[in-house]
C-alpha cells in the first residue's frame, strides 16, 4: 500500500536560513511525487511535482525537491525562508496509469522566526 | 480560470442533521475527487469522479455520505445523520482531462462542525 511518511511535525526556521523539509513515501512501481502547502483555513496550493526525468524538480515561491529513489525521499528545500513561507507543508504520492488518488503525509508546520 | 469554488466555507450543524456541499471544478476538468482532513492529518480520499461517473470510493466513504455529480459538471457531497466525528475539512479538487500530469487543483474546502 502507498504510504508517505512526514517524520518531522514541526519545523522552526529562522527568516533567511535554508530549509529542508523531509518526506519519505513507500510505493511498489515508480512513485508521482508531489509537494503541496495550506495555509491556515485554505485549501491546498500545487509547490512542484516529480514524474520522471530529472530528479531535481524546481517549483514556485522559489522551492525545489530532489527525488532519490535509493532512499525512497522527496525532500523540499528552499534556500533562503521568508515569512510568508510559515505554513503547513504537505508530501503525497500516486501513480500508476489512471491513477485517481493522492495518499498525503500528515504535514509538517513550518514557523518562521524573525 | 477561475479555480475551484466549495460553498459553504463553514458550516455549523447539530447531530443528527443532514447537511451538503457543493464544487465547481474548473470548466475544462473532467475529474473531480473528495478528501476530508481533520486537524493534525493530511487530507485523505473519499471519492472520485470522471465525468458524471463516480469511479473510486473509499471505505472512509460510509453509507451516510453520498457524492453525486449529476451533469459532470459540479459536484455534491451530502452527509446524512451527522456524527461528531464527521467534523473536517472536506476538501474538492479537480484535474485536467489528460491526467495527474498537471496535479490538482483544491479548492478552499468546506470546514463542518457538528456540535
Known amino acids: 500500500a502507498q504510504s508517505v511518511t512526514q517524520p518531522d511535525i514541526h519545523i522552526t526556521v529562522s527568516e533567511g536560513a535554508s530549509l529542508e523539509l523531509r518526506c519519505n513515501y513507500s510505493?511498489?512501481?515508480?512513485?508521482?511525487l508531489f509537494w503541496y502547502v495550506q495555509s491556515p483555513g485554505q485549501g491546498l496550493q500545487l509547490l512542484l511535482k516529480?514524474?520522471?526525468?530529472?530528479?531535481l524538480v524546481q517549483g514556485i515561491k522559489g522551492f525545489e525537491a530532489e527525488f532519490k529513489r535509493s532512499q525512497s525521499s522527496f525532500n523540499l528545500r528552499k534556500p533562503s525562508v521568508h515569512w510568508s513561507d510559515a505554513a503547513e507543508y504537505f508530501c503525497?504520492?500516486?501513480?500508476?496509469?489512471?491513477?485517481?488518488?493522492?495518499?498525503f503525509g500528515t504535514g509538517t508546520r513550518l514557523l518562521v522566526s524573525p | 480560470d477561475t479555480g475551484v469554488s466549495q460553498n459553504p466555507r463553514h458550516k455549523i450543524t447539530k447531530r443528527g442533521q443532514n447537511v451538503t456541499f457543493r464544487c465547481d471544478p474548473i470548466?475544462?476538468?473532467?475529474?473531480l475527487y473528495w478528501y476530508r482532513q481533520t486537524l493534525g492529518q493530511g487530507p485523505e480520499f473519499l471519492t472520485y469522479?470522471?465525468?458524471?461517473?463516480?469511479?473510486?470510493k473509499s471505505r472512509l466513504l460510509s453509507d451516510r455520505f453520498s457524492a453525486e455529480r449529476p451533469k459532470g459538471s459540479f459536484s455534491t457531497l451530502e452527509i446524512q445523520r451527522t456524527e461528531q466525528g464527521d467534523s473536517a475539512m472536506y476538501l474538492c479538487?479537480?484535474?485536467?482531462?489528460?491526467?495527474?500530469?498537471?496535479?490538482?487543483?483544491f479548492g478552499s474546502g468546506t470546514r463542518l462542525t457538528v456540535v
Open positions: 479538487a479537480s484535474s485536467h482531462p489528460r491526467g495527474h500530469n498537471y496535479g490538482y487543483t
Open positions: 510505493y511498489g512501481a515508480t512513485p508521482y
Open positions: 516529480y514524474f520522471s526525468g530529472d530528479t
Open positions: 503525497a504520492v500516486g501513480g500508476g496509469t489512471g491513477f485517481q488518488k493522492l495518499v
Open positions: 470548466s475544462e476538468h473532467n475529474r
Open positions: 469522479f470522471q465525468n458524471e461517473a463516480q469511479l473510486e
